[in-house]
């Protein structure tokens, strides 16, 4: 049973926006802490951003202020507003839940039971 879904991705220019969707098919949603990671070529699997089941959000240094966290209950979805997108950010970005939901998230890959499929983010120069 397919658990998260993600789209949203795509190939865009430098300097340009995305916003990435997960869908969640997980009835305790809002119990849950959700996180996104990406996985560029070569490289290991690496925790963009996250947001616990009080709905505050975390990221990476690196990315505060140009990715944006958000999730709707209602929907049992969470979404990755990314901007001032650079080649760099090209990578698969990958959908996860952690079911224990710790109220600062996990940046560990390990903590996360469930992934989606991914969705390709490329950036070009």
């Known amino acids: 049973q397919v658990q998260l879904v993600e789209s949203g991705g795509g190939l865009v220019q430098a300097g340009d926006s995305l916003k990435l969707t997960c869908q969640d098919a997980?009835?305790?949603?809002?119990?849950?802490?959700m996180a996104w990671f990406r996985q560029a070529p070569g490289k290991e699997r690496e925790f963009v951003a996250a947001i616990n089941k009080y709905g505050l959000a975390y990221y990476v240094d690196s990315m505060k202020g140009r990715f944006t966290i958000s999730r709707d209950i209602a929907k049992r979805t969470v979404y990755l507003q990314m901007n001032s997108l650079e080649p760099e950010d090209t990578a698969i970005y990958y959908c996860?839940?952690?079911?224990?939901?710790?109220?600062?998230?996990?940046?560990?890959?390990?903590?996360?039971?469930?992934w989606g499929q991914g969705t390709q983010v490329t950036v070009s120069s």
């Open positions: 996860a839940e952690d079911l224990g939901g710790p109220v600062v998230p996990s940046r560990r890959v390990s903590e996360y039971e469930h």
């Open positions: 997980n009835r305790t949603f809002n119990l849950l802490n």
